[in-house]
């Protein structure tokens, strides 16, 4: 799974910015107000990290009693648990936490974001559902100038249950209609035969692209596949692709 820790977590849902590491690290050495907005994201993500610890563990324990109530309820149909309330009490008090460390995190990597661009070069990583890092990450190679290869990681993998993790799954071309598909599994240093390569329908954006070639895989192992290239797909799967 690529987003694993919470402060990038956090940052990647409310600004779609899929960054490997805390990159703000590499500025809070420098002495000047970059430095400044660097130090403070960067105690700001360790106490965003250390909220998220303690908000599941006390979920964890609010669950565990809410279990426990249930199983006397139904044995008894009584409900006195010994600790309930001071349980829910800390559960909405860490709650209350998180969300403003929440916001403090995402207005101080803004901040940061705002003096300090980041250039994708030759490989890019992209929320698969913009605004949803549930959904999986993809990590874009550069192939050629406007070409790239796709790699999901393992949570985009099992969202859209398809047997490739961290694999190249096709690739993406940006022309002048939008962005080309193909989907092809990429063995190192290996042609792909042309039979083994299924052009599909273009996107009018990247990360609809992307998702395309993960829903063909998906396809592609599924019982009603039947084996059929792209172009044997009625108008509802075609539509489904490139939704």
């Known amino acids: 799974m690529f987003l694993t820790d919470p402060a990038l977590r956090r940052i990647a849902a409310d600004t779609n910015d899929v960054l490997p590491e805390h990159l703000w690290r590499h500025d809070t ?31 964890a324990r609010t669950g565990a009693l809410a279990e426990r109530a249930r199983q006397g309820l139904a044995a008894r149909a009584d409900l006195h648990i010994a600790g309930y309330h001071q349980a829910l009490t800390d559960t909405l008090g860490a709650r209350e936490r998180h969300i ?8 101080a990597y803004r901040a940061w974001r705002n003096h300090r661009p980041i250039r994708d070069g030759d490989q890019r990583h992209l929320l698969l559902y913009p605004g949803d890092p549930s959904r999986g990450v993809a990590t874009l190679r550069r192939n ?100």
């Open 29 to 59: 050495a420098t002495l000047d107000a970059l430095g400044d907005l660097a130090r403070v994201l960067h105690k700001t993500a360790r106490e965003f990290t250390d909220s998220t610890t303690t908000l599941d563990e006390a979920l």
């Open 100 to 107: 403003v460390l929440g916001a403090v995190l995402v207005a």
């Open 144 to 243: 050629e100038a406007h070409t790239w290869l796709v790699v999901p990681d393992s949570e985009a993998a099992s969202a859209f249950d398809i047997p490739y993790p961290d694999r190249v799954i096709g690739e993406v071309t940006e022309t002048a209609q939008g962005w080309e598909p193909t989907a092809y599994i990429a063995a190192p240093h290996h042609q792909i035969p042309p039979t083994m390569a299924y052009p599909l329908p273009s996107c009018d954006d990247l990360a609809p692209a992307c998702r395309s070639l993960l829903r063909w895989w998906h396809l592609r192992h599924s019982d009603i596949w039947r084996n059929r290239t792209p172009h044997q797909l009625d108008p509802a799967e075609l539509a489904h692709l490139t939704s």
